[in-house]
């Protein structure tokens, strides 16, 4: 008869209303993890990505300008997508406008 009073008391234990868990609260660490992402990594890198491209629509005929690969020219001609670069006396490049890294102050390729 043992074995219907070990039944009963865990009845007893279990019974009654059991509190649900909160949803919200269970979604919460996620929640936060998204806010953490957002703020530290997605926000900043558009912020950089819109400065890149407001740099690139900006270039004019005789920017001095520096690429991604490395090359430090002056812009001859621009196109829509493509610029025409002079590295040299007598030496042009054609290069994508996604090319240019960075615009130089002028008279940096005078002085290096």
């Known amino acids: 008869m043992d074995f219907f009073i070990a039944s009963a008391h865990a009845q007893a234990a279990t019974?009654?209303?059991?509190a649900a868990p909160n949803p919200i609260m269970s979604f919460l660490p996620l929640i936060i993890l998204f806010g953490v992402f957002y703020f530290?990594?997605?926000r900043p890198q558009m912020k950089r990505a819109k400065e890149q491209r407001a740099?690139?629509?900006s270039l004019g005929k005789g920017d001095e300008v520096?690429?991604?690969?490395g090359l430090l020219g002056r812009i001859e001609?621009?196109?829509e997508?493509?610029?025409?670069?002079e590295i040299a006396a007598g030496v042009t490049v054609k290069l994508r406008r996604d090319a240019v890294s960075a615009v130089l102050p002028?008279?940096?390729l005078k002085s290096a």
Do not use: V
Request: glycine letters at 20%.
């Open 81 to 85: 997508q493509i610029i025409t670069l």
């Open 40 to 42: 530290m990594l997605i």
């Open 66 to 69: 520096l690429t991604n690969g």
């Open 15 to 18: 019974g009654g209303a059991a």
């Open 55 to 57: 740099m690139i629509s």
């Open 106 to 108: 002028k008279g940096t």
């Open 77 to 79: 001609e621009l196109g």
